[in-house]
């Protein structure tokens, strides 16, 4: 493995929230990082961080990926050994209402990543999936090889991209692919330099629960409390940042071992924790009250989601490490350095 330190990886969706934690993992693993993001949710702030924290320079694009004259530019001035591949839109409900808009960003633009690695011969790709392709799953824990049936065009997009690297992985025999299914990624590097800075009003929990801790919102709404679950409230697999950057580079490092590869892992814990679990704990680490209220359940949403992630265990010898309560203290930790985000 340490002969694989000095690779050059092309970084898309750097400046964002998991980018920025997997770019900040790289360097300090000793890999070289190059940067493109178009900043439509991430933050130049990010990346600069990144590099004071680790000391080392990332060459950033401020660029679209639909951009091929940028990405030809990248791959002629950098010797990329790999891509991970985060960039591209993540709103489950926006996807609803703008459908092409996921199909061009999330599809398209990653068609056009892989025509400019192809016509490069950069050979490994990481891809940021989601557990949201399979839909509502019929049993718990999901494993890979579970139905793939997601409800709306973001979970589409993801699942299209899959099956584009997979039909690309049959025709480019230089090709090597790991697809990454996340469950719910939280927290915060332990640092509280950088974290996740959603834009508006935060659509998901954690971000939501950690405002309302901070006194800058009300009240977080419960969305449901008849679920089929322990206390009635929805059931996620929430993930350590950390622990999932650290996933990708696992991942890549099983892509430079082998030839030929492509393998498809879910990353989670494994275990299920409802909303109500997730309130408590951030009380507790907090020490802050987070008031609540019970509204209807949010449409589209599932009862309960965790992974069996044991094949990302054992092929990858990957553990996500950091419990709940450790997501929970790096995400306030976070929050109150900085409670206007990167601004
Ligand atoms: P994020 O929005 O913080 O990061 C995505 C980054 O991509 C942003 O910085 C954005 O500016 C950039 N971007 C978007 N479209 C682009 C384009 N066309 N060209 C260049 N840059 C572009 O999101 P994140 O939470 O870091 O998610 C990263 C990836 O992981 C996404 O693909 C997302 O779908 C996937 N994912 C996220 C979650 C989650 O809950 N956060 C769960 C499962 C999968
Ligand atoms: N929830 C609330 N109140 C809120 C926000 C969320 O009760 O204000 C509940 C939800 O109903 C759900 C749980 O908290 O039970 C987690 O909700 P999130 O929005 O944080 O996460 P989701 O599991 O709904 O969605 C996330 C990503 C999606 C992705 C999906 C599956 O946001 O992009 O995981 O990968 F599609």
Redesign the pocket.
């Known amino acids: 493995m340490s002969n694989h330190r000095k690779q050059t990886v092309l970084v ?9 934690h997997t770019s900040l993992e790289l360097l300090n693993q000793g890999y070289s990082v190059v940067a ?8 130049v702030e990010a990346l600069r961080r990144v590099e004071k924290i680790t000391g080392k320079e990332v060459p950033f694009f401020n ?4 951009d091929a004259d940028t990405l030809k530019a990248i791959f002629e001035q950098h010797p990329i050994d790999a891509v991970i ?6 709103a489950v409900g926006e996807s609803v209402e703008k459908p092409l808009l996921y199909y061009s ?2 599809v398209s ?1 990653s068609v056009t990543l892989m025509e400019a690695m192809e016509e490069h011969q950069a050979g490994n790709i990481v891809f ?5 392709v399979y839909g509502k799953p019929d049993s718990v824990p999901v494993r890979e090889t579970d139905e793939l049936a997601p409800t709306n065009p ?1 979970g589409r997009s ?1 699942l299209m991209v899959e099956r584009i690297l997979e039909d690309s992985f049959q025709a480019i025999p230089s090709l090597s692919v790991s697809i990454l ?5 939280i927290g915060a590097h332990p640092s509280g330099r950088i974290g ?1 800075d959603p834009t508006g009003i935060p659509n ?1 929990l954690l971000p939501y629960v950690a405002r309302v801790a901070a006194g800058q919102l009300d009240k977080l709404q419960v969305f449901g409390n008849d679920y089929n679950t322990h206390d009635g409230t929805g059931v996620r697999d929430y993930i350590h940042v950390v622990d999932l950057a650290k996933a990708h580079i696992a991942a890549l490092e099983e892509l430079w071992n082998n030839t030929s590869l492509l393998e498809t892992y879910n990353l989670g814990t494994g275990q299920g924790y409802s909303v109500l679990d997730v309130v408590k704990t951030f009380e507790e680490v907090s020490g802050k009250e987070v008031p609540f209220e019970f509204a209807d359940r949010r449409p589209g949403d599932v009862d309960k989601t965790f992974a069996d992630p044991s094949k990302a265990n054992k092929k990858l010898n990957w553990y996500a490490k950091k419990d709940l309560n450790e997501m929970c203290k790096d995400m306030w930790n976070w929050q109150i350095k900085n409670p206007d985000g990167y601004n």
């Open positions: 898309t969706g750097a400046a964002g929230y998991i980018g920025s493109i993001d178009n900043l439509a949710n991430g933050k660029a679209d990926l639909r591949h985060f960039a591209g839109y993540k960003n999330n633009a940021s999936s989601s557990c949201t973001y993801k299914r996340y469950f719910n990624p996740e998901n």
